[in-house]
């Protein structure tokens, strides 16, 4: 398996822009998570979901923020309007269950 | 709801000996401690982990301890190698909700 993999790697937007951050999980975990890692607050949990279904959306800074997973192969995290203080490295992880978490390679997300 | 506190926040040691890395925790309902590396440019992976039914993990030179009743856990490297350079975090929490430690900069110098 190539690992959970995520899209783009880079990403620099103006403020005020729609930005789509995508992540594939391993195929078979049935959790994925979305985290946003910055150096004043570290890794932070924003959502996850399991089976598809988000369980917790609690650290989802505001409503700008949206994430889906339409299918057990696919999520999305929307940021709409984008702001400069949403700039940090987004990661999707994925899990089998309670079990280990596999992070993808991240997104840089740079608003200007 | 849990917080997490991870120390040093660097630590420099020579190669070949052992570092120490400690994390504290709030809720006691937490029970479930991994430890993540991070490398440049990376994604966390996990090295290992713990549960609270466990005092003590090892695996080849790392080790994990928990304390539950002082609610600490510490990861242990020996016989480090320049290749365990990177940022470490400790994470705890109940099930699949973790919360992480800011991350200890590990410095292996040869």
């Known amino acids: 398996d190539a690992g959970v993999i995520q899209s783009p790697r880079h990403e620099v937007t103006e403020m005020g822009q729609e930005v789509t951050l995508r992540c594939k999980p391993i195929s078979g975990h049935d959790y994925l998570f979305w985290y946003r890692q910055t150096m004043m607050r570290g890794l932070e949990l924003l959502i996850y979901f399991n089976n598809n279904v988000p369980i917790d959306d609690s650290g989802m800074p505001e409503d700008r923020f949206s994430a889906k997973m339409p299918n057990a192969s696919f999520s999305t995290l929307k940021i709409q309007p984008s702001e400069p203080r949403d700039s940090a490295v987004y990661f999707c992880?994925?899990?089998?269950?309670?079990?280990?978490?596999?992070f993808g390679q991240g997104t840089r997300l740079t608003v200007v | 709801g849990e917080n997490v506190e991870q120390h040093p926040s660097t630590l420099s040691v020579q190669e070949g000996d052992s570092a120490v890395i400690k994390c504290t925790y709030s809720d006691s309902a937490s029970n479930y401690f991994p430890w993540y590396k991070q490398e440049l440019g990376k994604g966390p992976q996990l090295i290992i982990d713990i549960r609270s039914n466990v005092g003590e993990k090892k695996d080849q030179r790392i080790a994990v301890t928990l304390n539950k009743t002082a609610k600490h856990f510490s990861l242990h490297i020996t016989e480090t190698q320049p290749e365990d350079s990177a940022v470490y975090f400790c994470?705890?929490?109940?099930?699949?909700?973790?919360?992480f430690g800011a991350g200890t900069i590990l410095r292996v110098k040869s």
């Open positions: 994470a705890g929490g109940e099930g699949n909700k973790l919360v």
């Open positions: 992880a994925s899990s089998l269950g309670t079990g280990n978490a596999f």
